[in-house]
């Protein structure tokens, strides 16, 4: 975003350069030793750079002349950049702003330069009435929030303080001062809001926090007495963990063996052991995926299955423990993923219920208990 008239010279500057070497590059004869794919490399890069600038600088002027309308925010993760573009569609200079504000344009050009990371609470206050935004938020008013209030809120959702700081938050939000700053918040919101599909009014507000619905089929192991809002809050996790694998792991499913030792025989014969890393090396060559998880609290084990047939098998412990997940792992593979790639309609009917892991966890059981939920 180009943010005061020096910026938006120097963009154009830029503009004209660019524009120059597109031309040249385009017009240039491609040499014997070249490969045949440069030239159109440099033409993508100097093409993407050139539409990025010109936007920018299409943005800025029509803001300037007050013909791009600035709309009253309705998510916290906005407000920086709507503070900035409000300033200058009110016609204001950073030097406007310093003077409304008392204090050195300097000062504003630091909070702009990284989008309000380094203002207190109080300070984006003062900004955003002194430029005119207005802040539709729902019960927010200007109460922007605080890191602890977030952190507060999910642990009411069932996640760990703990949990929250090192799984969810930014290194920002670990600060000493970051309660005094809304830009650690805003982060945490973002975050915790691109994990689990929260809004960040839930966050912020007083009532009960919905987590999402499972969207995948899955299976739980779980131990006795596992509190239900503590398996939920972290099937929510692992379900976003298996969504990043399904999302940049090319697995295809194969047909796995119909019955347990000739899999296990498989296995062995591949690896000459049976062991958790031939379970795992075996369950990815199957299109099926070995997520290991060194967390404590919520499920033992996990399966998440798509429709399409590939799978996930999520595997949680507290510490790194080869032993207990190969188990895990073989017995997932043995009881779940297998009857579900040999008969997929039949675990599709099983557990297209909108599947409860607490319906899981609130009942007492054998540890080799297992079952669709």
Known sequence: MIKNDRQNQLAAAQIRKLTQALAEVGSRERTPSEHPLRKDLELDTIASELEGLRSDVAEYEALRRGSLAVSPIRDLVELPAALIRKRIASGMTQKDLAERLGIAEQQIQRYEANDYASANL??????????????????????????????????????????VLRRIASTAALAKKANDYARPAIDLLTRAGRMFAFSPDSLIGKGQIELPRLASMASFKTPQGAAGRKVRAFTAYAQFCSSLVLQTCDLRPAALPSKAEVMREQIAARSGVLEFASIVEYAWSHGVAVLPIVESGGFDAA?????????????????????????????????QVMPWLRSPDATRRCTSCAPDPTRAASRKRSPSARECV
């Open 303 to 335: 399966v998440f299955r798509e429709a399409d047939g590939r799978a996930v098998v999520v595997l949680k412990h507290a510490a790194v423990n080869a032993a207990r997940w190969m188990f895990d792992s073989h017995l997932l593979l043995e009881m």
């Open 122 to 163: 109080q300070r984006l206050r003062e900004v955003a009435r002194a430029v005119g935004l207005q802040l539709d938020l729902p019960g927010a008013g200007f109460e922007l929030p605080r890191v602890g209030d977030v952190v507060q809120r999910l642990c009411e959702a069932g996640f760990e303080r703990d949990f």
